[in-house]
């Protein structure tokens, strides 16, 4: 890629391991509450359907409170768990407030910043709520990295709306035509830049042979295109 001065990173799933520290965040909260549940049976329903609830949330058609109750309630209804309304709010309160302080980053993340931090000037641009999103920054170690941060919640809408990236761009002083965004989401960070002219280079699972992004399966492979 040329003319490249600005990376504009996403975070969950990215370069935060949401997968891993989700787990290890709940599995917290179960033993403090005594919650007798086979836990992996737990996470293989819980995921989907958080997934589920995230998009909804990102197309504003829920609210952030409506996103950490519902995506409880039907994973433990799915179960056939009984469980009361006041405790799935005490999991979903514990829930955010222990997460960041699991650290786990995905494969690569620290020696790829380290790699391209003298290279490019680097961003982060996240759908994650702002209490959250920057206490997983400084408490994983990776903040120091980033000259901007931009939460969706500061801008007021979500990737991938326009404004998010506009948003970030402006307040990086950097014009799309010299911006990359690296993101998991092919929907919220690979059409998002997209449509506001920056370059993409989607983090997926299996390569993409499209001429109009870059597609990898590692972070380690972003050093053969940037």
């Keep these: ?33 005594s919650i007798a549940i086979d836990f992996s049976e737990f996470f293989k329903i819980y995921s989907p359907i958080n997934m589920k609830y995230w998009r909804s ?22 179960l056939g ?14 829930y955010i407030d ?17 790699y391209l931090k003298s290279k490019y000037v680097l961003h982060i641009i996240t759908n994650g ?7 997983k920054l400084e408490k994983s170690d990776i903040s120091h ?3 901007v941060i931009v939460t969706s919640e500061c801008v007021g809408v979500k990737k991938p709306n326009p404004k998010v990236f506009e948003h970030a761009m402006e307040k ?12 998991d989401s092919f929907e919220a960070d690979v059409l998002g830049a997209m449509q506001v002219g920056m370059k993409a280079i989607h983090l997926a699972d299996e390569k993409n042979d499209s001429n109009e992004f870059v597609a990898v399966k590692s972070l380690h492979e972003l050093k053969q295109y940037l």
């Design 1 to 33: 890629m040329t003319n490249v001065k600005h990376l504009f990173f996403d975070l969950d799933h990215t370069l935060w391991d949401f997968e891993t520290n989700s787990e290890l965040t709940f599995k917290q909260i179960f033993k403090e509450q």
């Design 57 to 78: 949330y990102r197309d504003n058609e829920i609210s952030k409170e409506e996103l950490r109750y519902k995506r409880l309630r039907e994973t433990f209804d799915d």
């Design 81 to 94: 768990f009984e469980i009361s309304d006041k405790l799935i709010n005490t999991i979903s309160k514990d």
């Design 98 to 114: 222990y997460l960041p302080n699991y650290n786990n980053l995905l494969e690569g993340a620290v020696e790829v910043l380290e």
């Design 129 to 135: 709520f702002e209490e959250v999103q920057k206490q």
């Design 145 to 147: 990295y980033f000259n």
């Design 172 to 183: 990086a002083m950097a014009g799309a035509e010299e911006s990359v965004m690296i993101g």
